[in-house]
């Protein structure tokens, strides 16, 4: 089943006959993996008490939280391996040959590039994004 035309922070798309517009394939893939880099997930300390509500309640774990980073000291290899642990959980980015991540620091936040191939269709692509204050 196909997910809504949906990126993050937009809008959903509507078809040319006025429904909610579906995505499929390498469109999927980015809209799935953007989310999830996106999402904030809770926080727990060494206790487990929970220090920030994650954006899914229903979803607590949901999320690599990269926007929680912007604001604090950018650690650009703590942000990175926080992508690379979450992206191998959507089964659109293949394992071979290994992703590339990029994180450079920027005004006010850090910048993102990520090349990896598409497990389905075994063409490479290139998702990017900005995360600001």
Not at 8 to 21: E, F, M, N, R
Not at 80 to 87: E, K, P
Not at 122 to 133: A, E
Request: charged share 25%; aromatic share 6%.
């Amino acid at each position: 089943m196909s997910d809504l035309n949906h990126y993050i922070g937009d809008d959903l798309s509507l078809s040319a006959t006025g429904d909610l517009a579906l995505v499929e394939s390498t469109t999927e893939g980015e809209q799935r993996l953007l989310r999830r880099l996106l999402t904030n997930s809770t926080v727990r300390d060494a206790a487990g008490k929970i220090e920030s509500v994650g954006d899914y309640i229903w979803h607590a774990d949901y999320g690599a939280g990269v926007p929680k980073e912007i604001g604090k000291n950018i650690d650009v290899r703590r942000i990175r391996a926080l992508i690379r642990g979450q992206i191998f959980n959507e089964a659109i980015v293949s394992h071979n040959p290994d992703p590339t991540i990029i994180v450079e620091a920027i005004t006010g936040g850090v910048s993102v590039q990520i090349q990896y191939v598409d497990a389905n269709t075994r063409k490479p692509v290139s998702l990017n994004f900005n995360i600001n204050q």
